[in-house]
C-alpha cells in the first residue's frame, strides 16, 4: 500500500514528489528539445575522455530514439527482418548470433550523424560504413554509444 503525505505545497509518494501548482508539469515541456545526442568517448579501462591531436575531445554524436532518422533506420532494418520471414522457408525466424551483432552494428553506424575522432592517426570522415568498420573494430565503443542513448536527457528545454 502506498502511503501519501501532503501538505499545502507539497504531495509525497512512495514514488514520485509532486509540486503542487508547478508550472513545469505541462506536456508541452516534456517533448524532447534535441535530434541528437553527443557522446564524448572515454577510455574504456581509465574512464579518461580520449582526446585528437587538435586537443578537442573525441565525440560520436548520434541520432535520439525520438528522431526521425533513427525511427528510419529501426522501419528499414525491421521491414527488412518481416520480408525475410515473409518468404518463408524452415527457418525463416531464425537468427544467427553473427547476424544479430552485424544488425547492432548497421543500426549504430546509421543511426550515427557525426564524428570528431582519430583512428589510425588521422580524423576520418563520417560515413555508415566507416562507422560499421570503426565499431567493428573498436568494439568497446559500441557499449559507450548505446548507453548514452539508454540514458540520454533529451527532455530538457533551455
Known amino acids: 500500500m502506498c502511503r501519501v503525505l501532503e501538505s499545502p505545497q507539497v504531495i509525497l ?3 514520485f514528489l509532486y509540486l503542487k501548482g508547478n508550472p513545469d508539469m505541462d506536456l508541452k515541456n516534456l517533448i524532447p528539445t534535441t535530434e541528437t545526442i553527443e557522446v564524448t568517448i572515454k577510455h574504456p579501462a581509465t574512464y579518461e575522455v ?3 591531436d587538435d586537443g578537442t575531445d573525441m565525440t560520436i554524436t ?3 530514439p525520438h528522431s526521425k532518422e533513427y525511427k528510419g533506420a529501426v522501419h528499414e532494418q525491421t521491414n527488412m527482418r518481416l520480408k525475410q520471414m515473409q518468404k518463408g522457408g524452415r ?3 531464425a537468427i544467427t548470433a553473427e547476424e544479430l551483432e552485424a544488425a547492432t ?3 549504430l553506424a546509421k543511426t550515427t550523424k557525426d564524428w570528431n575522432i582519430t583512428f589510425g592517426g588521422e580524423q576520418p570522415k563520417f560515413t ?6 570503426l565499431y567493428s573494430e573498436v568494439f568497446w565503443i559500441k557499449d559507450q554509444l548505446e548507453e548514452a542513448v539508454a540514458e540520454a536527457e533529451v527532455f530538457t528545454q533551455d
Request: net charge positive; proline share 0%; charged share 15%.
Open 91 to 93: 527457418n525463416a525466424n
Open 50 to 52: 580520449l582526446q585528437n
Open 105 to 107: 552494428i548497421a543500426m
Open 128 to 133: 555508415v560504413d566507416a562507422a560499421k568498420n
Open 13 to 15: 509518494t512512495r514514488h
Open 62 to 64: 548520434v541520432y535520439a
